[in-house]
């Protein structure tokens, strides 16, 4: 055999091995980056959890403060959900009205219907 062709066999020159290798070696260090470090996949994926989680909480804020809002708005000028307000958390009757206060059922027990 004549030394190009012995050449030719060998595959190729040790200095492009050393090349594709180093390439190799930096693609996957910047893909393991991007899957598992601080701005990663997976740290992304998690922050969009955490996100839409806060985003539901806001929201169910948002309508209790409305619902409390339009309780307040009712307190201040609606004189029937006062007295309604002060029948039921307060106990209190009109002059001549006769409260009955019945036991609370026992567990597993039905109320009888009226």
Known sequence: ?????????????IGRRIVV????I?????????????RGYLEV???RE?????SREVDEMAARNAALRREI?????????I??????KL??????????LLPPAAEGEVPPKP
Do not use: Q
């Open 1 to 13: 055999m004549t030394m190009m062709a012995r050449e030719a066999s060998s595959g190729p020159p």
């Open 50 to 54: 955490a996100y839409a989680a806060l």
């Open 26 to 38: 930096v693609a996957l260090a910047v893909l393991i980056g991007a899957i598992f470090g601080d």
């Open 83 to 88: 007295e309604k307000l002060a029948r039921e």
């Open 73 to 81: 708005a009712g307190l201040r000028s609606d004189p029937y959900v």
């Open 91 to 100: 106990g209190y009757a009109r002059p001549g009205e006769v409260i009955y």
């Open 21 to 24: 290798f180093v390439v190799v």
């Open 45 to 47: 994926r998690r922050r």
